[in-house]
């Protein structure tokens, strides 16, 4: 499907769905924005909000950082403290006629939710593809149902979000929100925004106000990042709400370095912003067994705060794995030049405002479309600020040499300076939007950096002293920059190709998982749709954790719809998805012009993910005094690889319990720390040695009782835990 023209696909052609409702459960959370959608289709999955912009605490009330996941297979990889869209315009009279306003500005975010100023319309998700259903034993693995308004095999990405707004300004805004399964594509988002001069202000779409031209029309965005939530705790909760970001601009000349792209060698205009974990100044207490702390890229150990006690991290994760090694930011891929004619002709000059702002600066809270004053100051000192310079992490580190960062993100500039961080802005404007008119803004939203894999690596060379401090930086930064630039790249051009880059086939339509004495057995379906051809099957395996590595197991032909695993240990958890996979194509038809290769795309591993691990079962046991615990003693600091269970190193297991079994484990002195009650019908259980509060045990002796429900006998054994 070839783009004619830069608006929306979906305002291009008229939208006929040949698939009936589908009966599913909402997926939607009704939160401080109201109806909230969460949107994945690859490895980067965030929440979108009816209001057509995502706020502080705006999707769940416990959690200021969320959304932005990336890569969203590993738990807390959340980026996103909050978001603001802002549409200000000159001289603007109001719906009844009689008052006129200087500087008139409606918000939503980054603290208002939009109420009173912007009116939801429409907030539909669609699909290309139905979801996969995928069983586990019998059970249902998933980690969301989505509400989907429909299914079309025709469209251009794998979910899409369509989502209309009017404006207390008579703007109507249309947001049409694309992500992709596409593996070279997966983690980004693009967002295409229609800016139409209705005059509508309610959403029952009243013509309210009078036939007016609005003048000074701006759409500013601000975008606070922080990464990543699952090491928030390390250093004082300063993660959590970007007190550490480090914030950066490309994009406009004179102003901003240049950026080469390295496929041919010569300099392109990414107009993209862009941020990173920088130094934290609390960090500069923190000794470890190896010297003094650098905490760029966030290296997780044993002798930094317990993140596993807050339940983000496991007991056994103290290698000095990089916890926050990812580059996350925005990169504009359109702006029209002006509306009419000028609305399918992208303004390069566009954004026209490239900002840092204090993330609790005056104008982030109590915003008011009738607050004559405020929207002054947002308006002039904000919105048609300009470019700003130098860039916030340019004059954080003004030699330019971020892998050896020698002063704070918030405080190294007295006139930065603020303890909630800085946020990204960019201002798209001034247009004259005669009634009727329209103009569009495309922009693309991504995460990109160093592998988990690299992390473990990286993280644990630089622990053991294999690697300098600068060597773990320069591979977080230097790394993570020219990855997220790569993935602005491809969202560039995947945009310009009318979304018509070369897609994988379509997923299976179901996959069952069984697990067996000795075997672990998996079925699936073929898709229903074979655009592109399948030419066959790749089965992928994680063990002891969801969140770990996946690795090919099988290939399988494109007939073969089963495989059964029995390369596998008893007592350890597996995970698994299965891929449909294309014929092999060009890369230049995959990835972007002037790629050289050619690849086999799969279908994207987050719509066959098993979510519930599957185990070798063990038959019941038939002995009270046959009962195992396995390891005992239960040696904290042992080699998890070889006297734990893989993946899950705080695991214990209880093997050959009878059919209907009971189990209580107390303290030494009688005090109940936890029951199981196992599945009738397994010889297994297990225990992650932690109390019923989740408190994980200390040291000493634990007396475990075994019952069978079946015929009352009863026999207790000792558990030791070292730690």
Known sequence: MKRSSVFPWLMQRSMVIAVAALLVAPSHHAGAQGITRWLKAGSLHNWYSQYGCEIEIGNDPDAQQFGLRWPSLYNYQDMQAAKALWLGVTNFTDDKGNATFSYKVVHVGPRVTGTGEFFPVSFDMYSKYPPTDVIVDGLASVDEVPKLKAIDPNLPCDRMIVNVVNTAIGVTMTRTIYAFGQQFHDNYHIAEYVFKNTGNTNADEAIELPNQTLTGFYAYFTYRYSVCRQIGYMVNLHATWGYNAMNDTRGVPGVDPPTVDPLTGSQDLLRCQFTWHGKDASAKSQTTAWGWYDNTGAPICAEGPSLAEKGFISSDDTVGRLGGAQFVGNCTVFASKGPGALAATDDPTQPSTTSQEGSDDIYTSKNDAMNRTMMTGEYTEWITRGHRSPRHAWRVIPSGDFAMPTNDPSYADPQLSTPGGFSVANGYGPYTL??????????????????????????????????DARTKNDSVVTTGRNRLFETFRRAIANYKSGYTLSQPPPPPRSLTVTSRGDRIILNWQPPTAFTPAVSGYNVYRATGRRDSTYHLVYQAGASETSYEDTSLIRGVGYYYYVSSVGST????????????????????????????????????????????????????????????????????????I??????????????????????????????????????????????????????????????????
């Open 434 to 467: 005669g009634p009727g008119d329209s103009i569009v803004i495309v922009i693309a939203e991504g995460a990109n950096g160093l592998t988990h894999d690299e992390c473990v690596r990286i993280g644990r060379n630089y622990k053991d002293g294999v690697y």
């Open 585 to 656: 194509v060009p890369m230049s038809q995959v990835v972007r012009p002037n790629a050289t290769g050619s690849v086999a795309l799969e279908s994207n591993q987050y719509f066959t993910q098993t979510y519930n691990a599957a185990f070798l079962k063990r038959k019941p046991g038939t002995a009270m005094d046959s009962i195992r615990i396995v390891p005992n003693p239960y040696i904290a600091s042992a080699n998890s690889s070889t006297l734990r269970f893989v993946g899950e190193p705080d695991k214990i297991a209880f093997f050959d």
């Open 658 to 723: 009878p059919r209907r079994c009971n189990i209580k484990i107390f303290t030494e002195l009688g005090e109940l720390i936890y029951e199981i009650n196992p599945a009738e019908g397994t010889g297994d259980a297990y225990w992650n040695s932690v109390t019923s509060s989740g408190q994980v045990v200390v040291s000493g002796i634990y007396l475990v009782v075994f019952e069978d429900l079946e015929t009352g006998a009863r026999i207790i054994k000792k558990l030791i835990v070292v730690r």
